[in-house]
């Protein structure tokens, strides 16, 4: 039994030197041009923190950036490590844990945590039995943290990293570091604050680009990024959606036609009644595979103030407008793609529901948004916001549409 015992312990050891190489590596070698606004928002005290995010927008950079900004390389009280790991299809989290914790470990982050069948479960017992211990944790969108799980729901923190705001593509674009505005800044000031950014780069000279390929951060490899956006969508399909929803995979090929149709014919009030003819399958599915698609940051959904799933939404938008532009590569309608971008903008910080008033957006029940080109003052009205698609610097209650795009 001792021999037994101590080949276990053999096994683990040389299993944590693995990924403490694994780590180094990984943290020496790590490259994000821009730092992310979500890393000075998070409360680091916490001892355990779920980062969600939409596949793609940069989670794992999102956790070796950390690591390498507060801990190094080499220190070994922090370790990066990885569900796709084949170890841990023998061995678990908590002994992993215990282990790391009884060497001085006192951070773990941890990856890909939906991979890992249990993870709720062991990352509660992993809170209760290492009081010293912090763990940092990403996961899909589509992954309840608070919402309907009993294990974490009242000891864990949970955040949304989502993909570049125009503001950071303008810093990896020129290097310039603007501050971001919340939306009573812009609102009261945005004239000033236009002519300050205005004075160092012209918005428009990559307003375009960031609408076609700046929201997802892999515009940067050298690789086709529409064919890689693509390729993403689907593994958000079947991954984000299929296995963490465990969704037969008879059923993709419904999920993707649903989500062709939905994509482009937005934005649009969805006529379930015909997308259930369309997919053969009943209104409630219809409803149900809707959500999952708007959970895993494929779709925008707009209620009027007071409504939510599972009434039907009295809008359906693309959730950013990279995507907009991998499904239809011929090109896109100006007035969707700006609309879209607005509500993406909007969405990050504020809530965003369906306007009573012949505008397009009501934000946080108070302000009344309207997204178009320059407003036939015929039709003014002082009341609405407007977010005008063609002007570098507003006036009154006309603001510049891109300087939205600095709300993160």
Not at 81 to 99: C, G, K, P, R, S
Not at 138 to 157: C, F, H, P, Q, Y
Not at 305 to 330: D, Q
Request: glycine share 4%.
């Amino acid at each position: 039994m001792q021999s037994f015992c101590y080949f276990c312990n053999l096994i683990l050891h040389t299993a944590m030197e693995a990924f403490y190489r694994t780590h180094q590596y990984l943290v020496e070698h790590v490259s994000s041009p821009v730092k992310r606004l979500l890393m000075n928002e998070i409360d680091w005290s916490h001892r355990l923190i779920g980062i969600k995010g939409s596949r793609g927008v940069g989670k794992t950079t999102f956790l070796l950036q950390y690591a390498k900004e507060r801990f190094g390389a080499t220190d070994r009280s922090c370790l990066y490590i990885n569900f796709n790991n084949f170890y841990f299809t023998a061995h678990t989290l908590v002994e992993f844990a215990e282990q790391f914790y009884r060497q001085g470990g006192r951070t773990l982050l941890l990856d890909q945590t939906f991979k890992y069948e249990n993870w709720s479960k062991e990352l509660r017992e992993c809170y209760d039995r290492f009081p010293e211990l912090h763990i940092v944790f990403s996961g899909s969108t589509v992954m309840r943290l608070i919402e309907d799980n009993e294990d974490l729901k009242d000891v864990v923190a949970s955040y949304n990293l989502r993909g570049f705001s125009f503001r950071e593509f303008i810093y990896l674009q020129t290097g310039k570091n603007f501050p971001a505005y919340t939306l009573e800044e812009i609102i009261s000031n945005h004239e000033k604050i236009a002519r300050e950014i205005c004075s160092q780069v012209h918005p428009f000279d990559y307003f375009q680009d960031y609408l076609h390929h700046g929201y997802y951060p892999f515009f940067l490899e050298q690789r086709n990024f529409s064919e890689n956006l693509v390729k993403t969508m689907n593994m958000m399909l079947e991954v984000d959606i299929l296995l963490i929803k465990q969704i037969e995979l008879k059923y993709l090929s419904k999920i993707r036609k649903l989500l062709y149709l939905l994509m482009t014919s937005a934005p649009a009030a969805p006529n379930v009644s015909q997308l259930s003819k369309d997919i053969e399958t009943s209104r409630a599915t219809i409803m149900n595979y809707i959500k999952y698609l708007q959970d895993a940051r494929l779709l925008n959904l707009l209620y009027t103030e007071g409504e939510v799933f599972p009434k039907k939404p009295n809008r359906i938008y693309v959730h950013n407008t990279n995507l907009m532009y991998a499904v239809s590569p011929g090109g896109v309608d100006k007035g969707a793609e700006h609309r879209t971008f607005l509500y993406n903008a909007l969405h990050a910080k504020h809530k965003v529901n369906m306007c009573r008033h012949h505008t397009d957006f009501c934000i946080d029940q108070y302000y009344h948004f309207k997204c178009e080109q320059k407003p036939q003052y015929a039709k003014y009205n002082p009341k609405v916001l407007y977010a005008v698609d063609d002007i570098e610097v507003g006036t009154k209650n006309e603001i510049p549409l891109w300087l939205l795009g600095f709300l993160y």
